[in-house]
């Protein structure tokens, strides 16, 4: 079994986990950032924001982030690929 050290080896999940931790129940915004609201410019630069309903592609991008919308525009989780 590989040792694992906290923040020196990570995976897709670890990273996913992350990006959950810091959107999951905040609020899309196009331009503002805040404690409760972020914007496009504090995402990856591949990421796509997937709102109720919407029609999206099935090509799988490990590095690119999903970002999931409810229909209130909060976050309710993020996958990659």
Do not use: Y
């Not at 590989?2 to 196009?30: C, R, Y």
């Not at 504090?42 to 099935?58: A, F, N, Q, Y």
Request: overall charge neutral.
């Amino acid at each position: 079994m590989p040792l694992v050290v906290p923040g020196i080896m990570t995976n897709a999940d670890d990273k996913t986990q992350q990006w959950a931790n810091k959107l999951v129940g905040k609020t899309f915004s196009e331009t503002e950032s805040s404690e409760t609201m972020f914007c496009k410019r504090d995402l990856p630069e591949v990421h796509r924001i997937i709102k109720p309903g919407s029609m999206v592609t099935k090509d799988f991008r490990p590095e690119r982030l999903n970002v999931h919308l409810k229909e209130d525009g909060t976050v309710s989780h993020v996958v990659h690929g």
